[in-house]
């Protein structure tokens, strides 16, 4: 649904982000090895890049958004969370490298 474009994009973004976060942090931060591998990957993966672009140009119409928020699109929110839950079991059940 396009009345929630902005919103679905802002979701996706803080996922995107956060499953990169917990690949690199989840046995606890090392600050150089970390950082490092963090920022690279932020650099290198366009698709990532793209992602985040889109969640941050977006940004000030969520409020809008949100304010007449249907069922519907309350649901294809949830949807789209739903969608990462797999994402991230793999993210923390996967060795760090």
């Known amino acids: 649904m396009e009345n929630i474009k902005e919103?679905?994009?802002l979701l996706i973004g803080i996922n995107e982000l956060s499953l990169l976060?917990?690949?690199h942090l989840k046995d606890g931060l090392q600050?150089?090895?970390d950082v490092s591998a963090i920022f690279a990957e932020l650099i290198s993966n366009e698709?990532?890049?793209?992602?985040l672009e889109?969640?941050?140009q977006g940004v000030s119409a969520v409020q809008g958004e949100m304010k007449d928020l249907s069922l519907s699109e309350g649901l294809e929110l949830v949807t789209v969370q739903f969608g990462y839950i797999d994402n991230f079991?793999?993210?923390?059940?996967?060795p760090k490298a």
């Open 31 to 33: 600050i150089g090895k």
């Open 54 to 56: 889109a969640a941050y």
């Open 7 to 9: 919103t679905k994009e």
């Open 47 to 51: 698709e990532l890049k793209g992602k």
């Open 89 to 94: 079991v793999s993210v923390l059940n996967e």
């Open 21 to 23: 976060l917990t690949k």
